[in-house]
């Protein structure tokens, strides 16, 4: 007999709206499912279980009253269980963001995103693990701990949304929330074979969203398939005056019943994506999956974006400094964990001293040196001048393409600790994924094989702005061809 937990997305929404299940049966599963898995995987920070059971609650009632008028419409995700990255606010519920410095804050509002998402009744199960501040690519600079893969508990999930990408693979929630600052939803949800979404910068509200690299920052959805994301990302996008870079574009709901592929698809293939350094597992599997999405009417071309090597470089300049500035709000005097002492100097060397982690720390020293004196024009001000030319590269190019398939990460998921001692090693994690955060654009991972080591393999596929149900849809294709997205971890 299939587990409430093994249900597909449509699945539990049938389920709930035919009544075979109700929201408080399934929130207890997956809570079951939680505390049976989370000593081994460690997704979550903090588990919501009595918000999580009246959240369901109010849902149920919400049903029972559609149920005898359905005249009434209900959001399809009424009751539906949701898991969110701890850099996301929610009323009353410890936001930690990963570090030892918000230890104890209970946020007073919530984040725009889960506002919405709990306006269209679904229900938080918890908030889940994050590399300290979602600076890191492997969850290993929680902390709170690092989250294991569920696939090989001795690797990584990435990061920095790994906590929400093992929750859904491992079916500890149907659906979660990540963020996405240089690949922090793509590259976890490649490590963990699921399908996550990074959309175009402004789409989706950042109010509530602790801030790392404020022009970079998106939040975004990870899950099983694209289907499902088609179903949450009209929910939760669209524009809000509480956030400067919020941008009033509205999507309407992606209907994947018609027209599944957009007629004349075409498919740029960048060759600076496609370098020696690749896991050649990773290729072999990319390039079959560009020739499934050939057999389905899609058109494939080679396209040039030569200034992506200099995205590594301009991404370390531009996200440090803008970390530098964001976390100067973390004194130790107006909110936070502090270290006490006589002088006021004093608690704020030693609250940040003590309560950073070395990552944050090492960022913040380089973001505070590219905006120092004497230093500013040199390194800040170059690099978001080259900023500016890699996103002229992706403009030209979608004057040719629709959309562009590349790699999201060199390899698969590494081992924990593998690159510890070794930053530059672990920031190269994100060679393929940065480009899109400085260009602003949307970009959509799906799982398309895995390696020798049973590791999951995934492909990227990045749109021009605002053509995230392109990404959806096209994605959606595959998947509809194709079983990689249904394969899970052993045992279940």
Not at 66 to 88: E, F, N, Y
Not at 282 to 294: C, D, G, P, S
Request: glycine letters at 8%; hydrophobic letters at 40%.
């Amino acid at each position: 007999m299939t587990q409430i937990t093994e249900l597909t997305f449509q699945e539990i929404i049938n389920s709930l709206q035919s009544g075979e299940i109700s929201s408080h049966q399934l929130t207890k599963a997956y809570l079951k499912r939680i505390e049976k898995l989370e000593e081994d995987i460690h997704a979550f920070i903090t588990i919501t279980e009595e918000q999580a059971l009246t959240q369901a609650d109010k849902a149920d009632k919400r049903f029972a009253v559609w149920r005898k008028d359905k005249t009434q419409p209900i959001s399809p995700l009424l009751g539906v269980p949701l898991a969110v990255k701890d850099v996301l606010t929610v009323h009353n519920i410890r936001c930690t963001a990963g570090s030892k410095i918000l230890g104890n804050f209970v946020s007073p509002y919530n984040a725009t995103v889960v506002d919405q998402l709990l306006d269209a009744g679904m229900v938080i199960l918890g908030k889940t693990n994050t590399d300290e501040f979602a600076m890191g690519s492997s969850t290993e600079n929680s902390a709170y701990g690092v989250t294991h893969n569920p696939w090989d508990l001795s690797r990584v999930p990435g990061g920095s949304s790994g906590g929400s990408a093992a929750a859904v693979v491992a079916n500890m929630a149907p659906i979660a929330l990540g963020t996405d600052t240089g690949g922090s939803i793509r590259q976890p949800a490649s490590f963990c074979g699921v399908t996550g979404l990074k959309p175009t910068y402004g789409r989706v509200s950042r109010f509530g969203l602790i801030a790392y690299g404020s022009s970079l920052d998106s939040a975004g959805a990870i899950a099983r398939a694209a289907a499902d994301i088609a179903l949450l990302f009209p929910m939760m996008s669209g524009f809000d005056p509480k956030d400067s870079t919020s941008v009033n574009i509205p999507i309407e709901r992606i209907n994947l019943q018609d027209n599944i592929m957009p007629a004349q698809l075409r498919l740029g293939i960048p060759k600076e994506y496609f370098t020696s350094g690749i896991q050649p597992e990773v290729e072999i599997a990319i390039r079959k999956a560009i020739n499934v999405l050939e057999s389905l009417g899609i058109e494939i071309k080679e396209v040039n974006l030569p200034h992506t090597k200099y995205a590594l470089p301009v991404y370390y300049l531009i996200a440090p400094a803008e970390a530098s500035a964001n976390l100067a709000r973390y004194d130790g005097i107006r909110y936070g964990s502090r270290v006490d002492s006589t002088e006021m100097w004093d608690i704020f060397r030693k609250t940040r001293g003590t309560l950073f982690g070395a990552e944050v720390k090492r960022r913040i020293m380089l973001g505070t040196y590219a905006l120092s004196a004497g230093y500013y024009d040199e390194y800040y001000g170059k690099a978001q001048k080259v900023r500016t030319l890699i996103k002229e590269d992706f403009d030209n190019v979608f004057k040719t393409v629709d959309l562009i398939a590349a790699p999201v990460s060199p390899t698969t998921a590494f081992k924990i600790g593998a690159h510890r001692d070794d930053p530059l090693a672990m920031y190269l994690e994100d060679i393929f994924t940065l480009p899109a955060n400085l260009a602003g654009i949307p970009g959509i991972t799906f799982p398309v094989g895995f390696d020798s080591h049973c590791l999951p393999i995934g492909i990227q596929l990045m749109g021009a702005p605002f053509q995230e149900e392109k990404l959806i849809r096209t994605a959606h294709a595959y998947q509809m061809v194709t079983d990689w997205h249904t394969r899970k971890p052993i045992p279940n």
